[in-house]
């Protein structure tokens, strides 16, 4: 496979459930990114990684916890999420955590929180 | 605090026109700006990288000016075909990420 998977494509989980998504590379990147995109509403980064340490948290809420154990692999687990967090997550890499490189997107995971 | 407006927020025009899509910057010291193409329920699919040196990015019938002095960019689509029919979104740096702006819902009908 090239360029940034993801999966699983769709999601509908519980309240209660525990779940994660998983975001891979193939372009030898060494940043990558998590972005939340609800209805009606930009673009909203979550998380970034460079070389493997995290760089950002844009004051997401703890039910949220990102893994980046190597520069191909992000996984973004979830916990006891509200409804409110219905939404389309996209993962992107780039080279490196500079908007002087291209970010490359994933198809994303429509998730439902029910 | 970098804010990005895009203007109209939809579109909808016959197969085979030319159309202008507009994005605004509030703040005007980048030295890039991306151009990206969304279809429903996908991912995001670059489609320019527009450096400020630049000022302009062709690519096909896609033309893409930048002009950091007024906060503005233009993505210009030549001969528009149903299959352009998608949301477009502009990112504009800030720091070391990119703020994204709420995007153009465009439709070519045939």
């Known amino acids: 496979e090239t360029g940034v998977t993801q999966t699983p494509r769709h999601l509908v989980m519980g309240m209660t459930n525990k779940k994660s998504l998983k975001c891979e590379q193939h372009?030898?990147?060494?940043?990558m990114y998590w972005y939340k995109q609800s209805a009606k509403k930009p673009l909203e980064l979550m998380f970034v990684?460079?070389?493997?340490?995290?760089?950002e948290n844009n004051s997401v809420p703890s039910r949220f916890s990102p893994e980046c154990p190597n520069s191909s692999h992000l996984f973004l687990h979830l916990h006891t999420l509200q409804p409110e967090d219905s939404a389309l997550y996209l993962c992107?890499?780039?080279?490196?955590?500079?908007?002087?490189?291209?970010?490359?997107f994933g198809p994303g995971t429509r998730l439902t929180v029910t | 605090k970098q804010e990005v407006t895009q203007i109209p927020a939809a579109l909808s025009v016959p197969e085979g026109e030319n159309l202008v899509l507009n994005c605004s910057f509030t703040?005007?010291?980048?030295?890039?700006l991306q151009w990206f193409r969304q279809d429903p329920g996908k991912g995001l699919t670059s489609l320019l990288l527009?450096?400020?040196?630049?000022r302009e990015q062709t690519s096909g019938r896609l033309n893409a000016s930048l002009d950091k002095s007024s906060g503005r960019s233009t993505l210009y689509i030549a001969a528009s075909q149903p299959g352009d029919s998608a949301t477009y979104l502009c990112?504009?740096?800030?720091?070391?990420?990119?703020?994204f702006g709420p995007g153009t819902r465009l439709s070519v009908l045939p």
């Open positions: 990112a504009v740096p800030y720091g070391q990420n990119f703020v």
């Open positions: 990684y460079n070389f493997k340490e995290q760089t």
């Open positions: 527009i450096q400020s040196s630049q």
């Open positions: 703040d005007s010291a980048i030295y890039n």
């Open positions: 372009l030898g990147h060494n940043a």
């Open positions: 992107a890499s780039s080279q490196e955590q500079s908007p002087s490189y291209e970010q490359y």
